[in-house]
Every structure is written in structure tokens, then in C-alpha cells.
């Protein structure tokens, strides 16, 4: 089945550890994105790429380094420099074109700090 | 720059008691227009496309519809599975492509 995973589930943090968070897709997707979902507010946009090789900061990317070395995979690290790093995050992906596509997204991974 | 309003934050409405949702936009070069449903501790799942005003989109008891301005999301009859939280997101052109920005969302509660 076609879709989008993301992994871990949970990950807990210790203070002043990089952690990484894994996303792969099959969809064939080009388009690739990293949003942070706070309690009672909306989706903020972290990085997203465009093609392999290639991406833009976000809204909020201070803290977060990413890479896309394979169209299928775009893992997200949340460096010591985060401060407030404890949030669900989501992966996306979607077709790049001059019409309007949808995003389809992973089932989130829950980073704490502990 | 693009933004996104919801509302209302949240909804409380008995079974079979209809309503209606509202994403109110501002963005330059609107590409599409989507909604979204978010169960707790899950992925948003898509839910409708709408890409110009007067264009409408059915699902069951959901309906969206779209103006230059806002798109509402009218709910018909609901049922307590359709309690979730409801996210609207516009696409629009940037210098480096296209990406999405979120509502807020509208938490649905929907009693038996």
C-alpha cells in the first residue's frame, strides 16, 4: 500500500541530545514538508523540499536541520539548539505542479523531553 | 503574507443537528484550497480539493464549498464519529514553489 511513514511512533529526548526523525514515502511524491503541531494550534511549516538535494527553510527552522538525499526520504533533526522541542510533528508529501495538490500525511511522531 | 482563520475554535452539537464550519483566507496566488479531519494523536486525512470560487465538493454528510474570500464546510445530520478536528489550508505560490498554510482548526464534538 502507498503511503507515508513516519518513525519513531514517541521519542524522548535528554537535554542537549540530537534526535532524528524518519520519514519515507511511496507515493513518488517530489514534494516533501515537516510541520509542528503545538496543543491548540495550527500546523507550522519547519522545512519542506521541493526536489532531492534541494530545500527551503520554513517558519520555524531554527533548531531543525533536514536532508533529501532519496526522493522516497526526508528525515528531520531536532538539534540541541531547540529549545522547546517537545511537540507532535508531521510529514507530508505531494505531487509539485502548477495546479493545486493535496498533501497526504504520516501518523505523526511525539517527541518529549525528558 | 498568507494567512488562515477558523472558525469557530470549537463546536458542540447534538446528533443529526446541522452546521457549518468556516476558513477565511488571504493569500496571493491561490493554487487550492483544502480541508482536512484530525482524530487525536493522528495525521490529518484528507478530505476535499477546491480550487475556485463556486466550486462545491460532497462526501457523505460533509459538503465544502468556496469563495474568493472563505470556504465553509456545512455539516448534514452528524453523526458522533464525526467528531474530530477540522483543518482548512490554502497552497499558494512562493518564490521557491509551493507549500501549505494551516487554520488553526475547529474542534468538532458531536453528542449522542
Known amino acids: 500500500d502507498g503511503g507515508i511513514t513516519q518513525s519513531p511512533k514517541y521519542l524522548f529526548r535528554k537535554e542537549g541530545q540530537n534526535v532524528t526523525l524518519s520519514c519515507e514515502q511511496n507515493?513518488?511524491?517530489?514534494?516533501m514538508y515537516w510541520y509542528r503541531q503545538d496543543p491548540g494550534q495550527g500546523l507550522r511549516l519547519i522545512y519542506y523540499?521541493?526536489?532531492?538535494?534541494?530545500?527551503q527553510k520554513g517558519d520555524i527552522a531554527e533548531g531543525y536541520s533536514v536532508s533529501r538525499e532519496k526522493k522516497e526520504s526526508f528525515p528531520l533533526t531536532v538539534t540541541s539548539a531547540q529549545k522547546n522541542p517537545t511537540a507532535f510533528y508531521l510529514c507530508?508529501?505531494?505531487?509539485?505542479?502548477?495546479?493545486?495538490?493535496?498533501?497526504?500525511f504520516g501518523q505523526g511522531t511525539r517527541l518529549t523531553v525528558v | 503574507e498568507d494567512q488562515v482563520t477558523q472558525s469557530p475554535e470549537a463546536l458542540r452539537l447534538q446528533e443529526g443537528e446541522s452546521s457549518s464550519l468556516n476558513c477565511s483566507y488571504t493569500?496571493?496566488?491561490?493554487?487550492?484550497l483544502f480541508w482536512y479531519r484530525q482524530d487525536p494523536g493522528k495525521g490529518p486525512e484528507f478530505l476535499f480539493t477546491?480550487?475556485?470560487a463556486g466550486e462545491e465538493k460532497e462526501k457523505e454528510r460533509l459538503k465544502a464549498t468556496l469563495t474568493k474570500k472563505e470556504s465553509f464546510l456545512h455539516i448534514t445530520a452528524p453523526k458522533p464519529e464525526d467528531s474530530a478536528t477540522y483543518l482548512c489550508?490554502?497552497?499558494?505560490?512562493?518564490?521557491?514553489?509551493?507549500?501549505?498554510?494551516f487554520g488553526p482548526g475547529t474542534r468538532l464534538s458531536v453528542l449522542p
Open positions: 507530508a508529501s505531494s505531487y509539485s505542479g502548477s495546479a493545486g495538490t493535496e498533501a497526504f
Open positions: 493569500v496571493s496566488g491561490l493554487r487550492g
Open positions: 523540499s521541493q526536489i532531492v538535494n534541494d530545500f
Open positions: 507515493l513518488n511524491h517530489d514534494a
Open positions: 477546491l480550487y475556485s
Open positions: 489550508a490554502v497552497q499558494a505560490r512562493s518564490e521557491y514553489g509551493q507549500n501549505f498554510v
